[in-house]
């Protein structure tokens, strides 16, 4: 079975300051990572994915991630958070053979004060 | 192209009734997943379907159900609601090929009174 952690409930930053949002996970298999984002009444939206290849993954809005397999890990960063960045920030993985299946982490509500 | 669309967006129940949620996915998307979120559970997965036949469970009673239709169209069910059915259930969207982004919509916001 496959598990997310997201340790930080919520992260509190000052606007144009730099951000992490850490993941973790555990998983036999191989899976797929994501991470998404939801503003308040909102559904969930794509902010990047690690599929394969370089570790280093590139989203919108500026987020970048790194996944660390030695470490099961794959953190969210941005250098410079925005007031419109507050929202709540979902890690999620799945099975590389059956990816209709998220298996989401607790959720981290990122608030960015000015 | 449109996105993932879900009616209604509010819900307002009784305990011991029954509610149909909807979900048009994107256009071409033959894959629909359903979850539930809710404070305390966070975010799980209900069910999946592809080309009309529901494909994978999850860990939920059988008063949750559910059923696509050859447009694609899915309609979710929960039958005699429970005060804990209160959540918000989201809709996601894929290709259903090769493809492993799911789009979601806006989710039905469900209170059970």
């Known amino acids: 079975a496959q598990s997310v952690t997201q340790l930080d409930s919520q992260v509190p930053v000052f606007e144009e300051a730099s951000v992490e949002l850490r993941c973790n996970y555990s998983?036999?298999?191989?899976?797929?990572l994501f991470w998404y984002v939801q503003y308040p009444n909102q559904g969930l939206q794509l902010l990047l994915k690690y599929l394969s290849g370089s570790t280093l993954v590139k989203g919108i809005n500026g987020f970048e991630a790194e996944f660390n397999k030695s470490q099961t890990s794959f953190h969210l960063r941005k250098p410079s958070v925005h007031i419109s960045d507050t929202a709540e920030y979902f890690c999620?993985?799945?099975?590389?053979?059956?990816?209709?299946?998220?298996?989401f982490g607790s959720g981290t509500r990122l608030l960015v004060r000015p | 192209k449109a996105g993932v669309t879900q009616t209604p967006r509010y819900l307002i129940k009784t305990r011991g009734q029954q509610v149909t949620l909807s979900c048009s996915p994107i256009?071409?998307?033959?894959?629909v997943s359903w979850y539930q979120q809710t404070p305390g559970q966070g975010l799980q997965f209900l069910f999946e379907?592809?080309?009309?036949?529901?494909?994978n469970k999850g860990n939920f009673p059988g008063r949750f159900s559910g059923r696509q239709f050859s447009n694609s169209r899915s309609e979710m069910n929960v039958s005699t609601l429970e005060l804990g059915d209160s959540a918000l259930y989201l809709c996601?969207?894929?290709?259903?090929?090769?493809?492993?982004?799911?789009?979601f919509g806006p989710g039905t916001r469900l209170t059970v009174l």
């Open positions: 999620a993985v799945t099975r590389m053979d059956s990816s209709y299946k998220l298996i």
């Open positions: 996601a969207s894929r290709s259903g090929t090769s493809d492993n982004e799911q789009f």
């Open positions: 256009s071409g998307h033959r894959s």
């Open positions: 379907y592809f080309s009309e036949t529901q494909r």
């Open positions: 998983s036999s298999v191989s899976v797929y």
